[in-house]
């Protein structure tokens, strides 16, 4: 280095200029010194872990493997830690909340479901009550089950389109409108009308039936609906 006073060259790093005696101190190299720093994967991965846990489990993982790979230059392991527990548990926690979602979202559908096959049937009911009434029996006959397939397979698992030109349908006047999970069967001997709606909710191959069943006793007609099977 040179002597800032009088420029001479110095060949040693003494304290004093060996021309002049200016101090040389300030124009000694100092050495620098530098900490640990903190992993910044692991400190995204910790933040993420709260709002989403698989992006903060894959910065924690990074920030984890940065940190050990680093012999003690970057610290954060236990914030890489504390990201990849709170990341696992958060996902797990989503996916038991969407499971249980989409079973209630299923067990609402069904009981919908069931709503309407009673409704139907109660709707058929009246018609063949009022039909007894004005006749003195109910219309004879038997229709066979309507469609004949299941209605897993269609769209939507549903059934459209049936045939209710069927003498024992069309003297009731019922048929039932749009889309629906049920089909349809009816049987009468003039004395007893009996009638079905049977589903395959969740296509497993279990059905579950609705029987109506209408009868006159002493003249008044009354009905009941069982519960056949379940789904």
Known sequence: ????????????????????????????????????RTSGMAITGFVLSFFCGVLGLIFSLLGYFDCRKSQGNVTGKGLALAGIVISIVSTIGVIVIWVGFMRIVDDVSKIGSRIDAHMELERLGRKAKAYYITNGEFPRGSAPTNPSHSCCGERNNKCIGADWSSSAWSTLDFEVYGPTSYRFNYTSDGTMLIAEAIGDLDCDGDEI???????????????RIDTLGAD
Request: with cysteine; charged share 10%; net charge positive.
């Open 1 to 36: 280095m040179n002597c800032s006073t009088c420029g001479t060259p110095s060949a040693s790093t003494g304290p004093f200029c060996s021309r002049c005696g200016a101090s040389m101190v300030a124009f000694a190299p100092q050495p620098t010194s530098r900490g640990p």
């Open 209 to 223: 039936t609705y029987r109506l069943m209408v009868d006159a006793v002493n003249g008044s007609p009354t009905s």
